[in-house]
Every structure is written in C-alpha cells, then in structure tokens.
Nanobody, 111 residues
Framework: QVQVVESGGGLVQAGESLRLSCAVS????????VGWYRQVPAKQRELVAS???????TLADSVKGRFTISRDNAKNTGYLQMNSLQPEDTAVYYC?????WGQGTQVTVST
C-alpha cells in the first residue's frame, strides 16, 4: 500500500520560513519524481517545485530564490524549504510521488 504523507505546514507571518516534509512508503522512492503542488479555493492546483530521480529540479517562477526542494532517498522523504513566505503563498500544499498524492498540508501566511 502506497502512502504519501505531508507534514510541516502551519501559520506563519510574512517573511518567515517553513519546511514541508513528504514521507513516502510503498514505492521505490529513489526512482520517483517528487513534486510539490499548491492549491487555493476555486483555482487549479499548480506546480511549485519538482525533483527527479537524478536530482533535476524545476521551480515555479513565483518561488525562485525563496523555495528549495530536496530529497533524502535513505529516508524516503522529500522536502520543500520555504523562505521569505508571503501571504500569496497561502494554500494547501500537496506532495506527489510518482503518481501518488498526499492529503495536503495547510500553509497560511499572515501579514
């Protein structure tokens, strides 16, 4: 059974940081692309960042210079480090490992 579990969300003030984690089990994590997406009500889910099995990274323009994505294959875990958070980063953040989605974690950034 595949499990994708996000953690690390919360409420922060503008300018602060959060690190999201994505713990994965049930698949060969090391060969899976890991992606972080976010969604706000009434809008489509959008890609924030992804990291492939060979550590190729894609970042949305809106987060370049502020967010970084990484993975630890020994721990079957992906990470999204979010710095200089802004209110427009408020969303539910989802992790996708290969074709499997987590349940999401809420990130709220106050002014």
């Amino acid at each position: 059974q595949v499990q994708v579990v996000e953690s690390g969300g919360g409420l922060v003030q503008a300018g602060e940081s959060l690190r999201l984690s994505c713990a994965v089990s049930g698949i060969t994590f090391s060969i899976a692309t890991v992606g972080w997406y976010r969604q706000v009500p009434a809008k489509q889910r959008e890609l924030v960042a992804s990291i492939s099995s060979d550590d190729s990274i894609t970042l949305a323009d809106s987060v370049k210079g502020r967010f970084t994505i990484s993975r630890d294959n020994a721990k079957n875990t992906g990470y999204l480090q979010m710095n200089s958070l802004q209110p427009e980063d408020t969303a539910v953040y989802y992790c996708k490992a290969w074709a499997f989605w987590g349940q999401g974690t809420q990130v709220t950034v106050s002014t």
